[in-house]
């Protein structure tokens, strides 16, 4: 039953969601972070000293409530394109494919421990469904990470979050992710901290284009692109994964 129903499927990965989409998608975030900036008190979250999970949960509950009056509400666009996001999203991982460490212990036929597989931070799913798609896995994934000028840097940024993209740890149904960056009385800014960076690294993070603002934003701090090849193979069908445009929307905590 499960290989005919495999036999129906689309073939991976899917097509990228038009810009149109995106756009909304980031006029929501930015709508919404205003909004929870703005009630952190109510909320008892401190931007300025908590965790990015606790900013990032503040967030999607504030874009849940806004979404609620779907017909009239602020965020009426995004409700009509978007399923709210969903927090450590579950994503089956069956075809997922296996980073290079993980052939390398498998190889080396070491007996560590299976390391349990990190989940993008948070996930968006449309609401129309193309014939043959599976929900699970055609989605917006956002991974979130603090800018802090201290020991959360564009380094940690990268090696800890964008790394995740151009590996095939996430978005491997995808062509498209989404590095969402938390600044924290941080001086590094989009897009020169992170052309920097990857200039040095193109090699490593496999850069198939530097930071370019997107055509289509128009926010404090413009939204930015990158484009990036993956050298990883599907674990089903063997087939290498096409390279991935990650989107990288940069938000500022006020003080």
Request: glycine letters at 6%.
């Amino acid at each position: 039953m499960l290989a005919h129903a495999r036999e129906g499927s689309a073939a991976l990965p899917y097509p990228d969601l038009p810009d149109s989409n995106i756009q909304i998608l980031e006029k929501a975030l930015r709508l919404a972070w205003r909004e929870a900036c703005a009630d952190q008190q109510h909320r008892g979250v401190d931007f300025l000293t908590c965790e990015e999970d606790d900013i990032a949960d503040a967030l999607v509950e504030v874009m849940d409530i806004l979404c609620s009056d779907r017909r009239n509400g602020p965020l009426a666009a995004f409700s009509e394109f978007f399923e709210v996001g969903i927090r450590e999203s579950p994503v089956a991982t069956g075809v997922a494919p296996k980073v290079p460490e993980e052939e390398e212990e498998v190889a080396a036929g070491t007996k560590k421990p299976r390391r349990k597989r990190k989940k993008p931070d948070i996930a968006f799913w449309p609401k129309l469904l193309p014939a043959g798609y599976n929900r699970l896995w055609y989605a917006v994934f956002i991974e979130a990470k603090i800018l802090d000028n201290k020991e959360k840097t564009v380094g940690l940024y990268s090696r800890k979050g964008l790394s995740r993209f151009t590996q095939g740890r996430y978005a491997w149904s995808m062509k498209q992710g989404v590095m969402l960056g938390f600044r924290r009385r941080s001086f590094e800014e989009l897009p020169d901290a992170l052309h920097e960076y990857l200039d040095r690294r193109r090699q490593e993070y496999n850069v198939k284009a530097m930071p370019e603002a997107s055509k289509f934003s128009r926010g404090e701090m413009r939204m930015h692109e990158t484009h990036h090849c993956r050298n990883v193979v599907y674990n089903d069908t063997k087939k290498p994964l096409e390279p991935i445009r990650v989107f990288h929307l940069w938000l500022t905590v006020p003080d």
